[in-house]
């Protein structure tokens, strides 16, 4: 739908009535200042705006680097929206990776299209599992891999982490190594044979997500 643009009028205040003195009002006659009085002001003018512009040209850097200091603080909270990724006849008992993009924000500007992110998509029956690349422990990018499974001795697919030696099963249960929890996992919809699914990120390195 066509927005339509409204005129913006800005209200103009009217010319203030100008001040007349009555015909017995006693006008008071300002005295110029000395030549000396009239010296100390410009040079105290002449300071103060060479400050300002110093402390405007300090205070760019400065800024930038309290925002990248702080900028967890105030980056894009990346979580609450849904994605499509594919359809449901389209995924399998085995993990498929799938990279989200979105827009993101940096120091400076917003950029379209940017990778924001990576989760794993599988199908277990009618469950569809969604599960983020990023292993809990701190962050690294989890891939899939085969191992043989301790009890049957069979060869079976499962998550691991290569930094530290983590391993998940397909579910994204922990099995082994330092991860302080699961693999996080996230929600999924599914609409019209379509699955969504909404990407947001978690804290690393501790057991709650
Ligand atoms: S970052 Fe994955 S095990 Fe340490």
Not at 48 to 60: D, F, P
Not at 165 to 180: C, I, N
Request: proline residues 7%; glycine residues 6%; charged residues 25%.
């Amino acid at each position: 739908m066509s927005k339509k643009n409204k005129e913006s009028v800005n209200p103009v205040a009217p010319a203030e009535a100008a001040s007349v003195p009555d015909a017995g009002t006693k006008i008071k006659v300002k005295k110029p200042d000395s030549p000396e009085k009239s010296a100390a002001r410009r040079n105290f003018m002449k300071t103060s705006a060479a400050a300002g512009i110093g402390a405007c040209a300090l205070g760019t850097p400065l800024c930038a680097a309290v925002q990248m200091i702080l900028s967890p603080v105030f980056a894009e909270k990346v979580s609450g929206k849904f994605y499509p990724l594919t359809t449901v006849d389209a995924l399998t008992e085995h993990p498929v990776k799938f990279s989200i993009s979105d827009q993101k924000k940096d120091a400076w500007a917003t950029l379209p299209d940017q990778k924001i992110g990576s989760l794993f998509l599988r199908k277990s029956g009618d469950k569809i599992t969604a599960l983020h690349a990023l292993c809990p422990h701190a962050g690294c990018m989890i891939q899939t891999g085969i191992r043989t499974n301790p009890q049957t001795k069979e060869q079976e697919e499962m998550f691991y982490c290569p930094c530290h030696a983590a391993h998940f099963d397909l579910d994204g249960k922990r099995l082994d190594g330092v991860s302080p929890r699961d693999m996080d996992s996230l929600e999924v919809n599914v609409e019209n044979n379509h699955v969504l699914v909404k990407f947001e990120n978690f804290t690393f390195g501790t057991a709650a997500k």
